[in-house]
T-cell receptor, first 111, second 114 residues
């Protein structure tokens, strides 16, 4: 099956720092999604990307759909304590409805 | 309330018992999914359904059974629970298969098999 490699697995940063995480795939995706999961909750969609090269922002979050369609990154600027959680990337193939998820990046923000 | 709800939120069961996790959505979304979340594995797809009475296997379907007699409900049954099925289970729904439709997740069910 498809594999999504998400890195880093965990990050410990100080409040105010910028954060960057990325996902790479062994296959081409037509959609990249970034989700955040708070403790005890289900994942919530942050950003959706539908075109290769697309750069999309949502407040302090910026994500890009790689030109090769096999990678994506998420940046968080000026981190705050409520950014703590697990961030997942997910990709969808050319056809079908299934999403493949990365293993997640656990973000800890120290005040 | 509108949305996607899972029940129960927490469940402890014994090895060999049958247990059913419930998922209900109020949006009339066509697609529904069951994922399990384990440390180091992210979210892995167990089963999904494109519509009522249409289901298909995902990445890790062994030991699980699903049904979808009504659009709004998608129960997941562990026929004979094993300790390896201890996990957090998430249900999700999506309007249709198009690329630009978001998947919404429930709050999860934490299942412990002892």
């Amino acid at each position: 099956g498809q594999q999504l490699n998400q890195s880093p697995q965990s990050m410990f940063i100080q409040e105010g720092e910028d954060v960057s995480m990325n996902c790479t795939s062994s296959s081409i995706f037509n959609t990249w999604l970034w989700y955040k999961q708070d403790p005890g909750e289900g994942p919530v969609l942050l950003i959706a990307l539908y075109k290769a090269g697309e750069l999309t922002s949502n407040g302090r979050l910026t994500a890009q759909f790689g030109i090769t369609r096999k990678d994506s990154f998420l940046n968080i600027s000026a981190s705050i304590p409520s950014d703590v959680g697990i961030y997942f990337c997910a990709g969808q193939e050319t056809s079908g409805s299934r999403l493949t998820f990365g293993e997640g990046t656990q973000l800890t923000v120290n005040p | 309330d509108a949305g996607i709800t899972q029940s129960p939120r927490y469940k402890i069961t014994e090895t060999g018992r049958q247990v059913t996790l419930m998922c209900h959505q109020t949006w009339s979304h066509s697609y529904m999914f069951w994922y399990r979340q384990d440390l180091g594995h992210g979210l892995r797809l167990i089963y999904y359904s494109a519509a009522a009475d249409i289901t298909d296997k995902g990445e890790v379907p062994d030991g699980y059974v699903v049904s979808r007699s009504k659009t709004e409900n998608f129960p997941l049954t562990l026929e004979s629970a094993t300790r390896s099925q201890t996990s957090v289970y998430f249900c999700a729904s999506r309007w249709d298969r198009r690329l630009n439709t978001e998947a919404f997740f429930g709050q999860g069910t934490r299942l412990t098999v002892v």
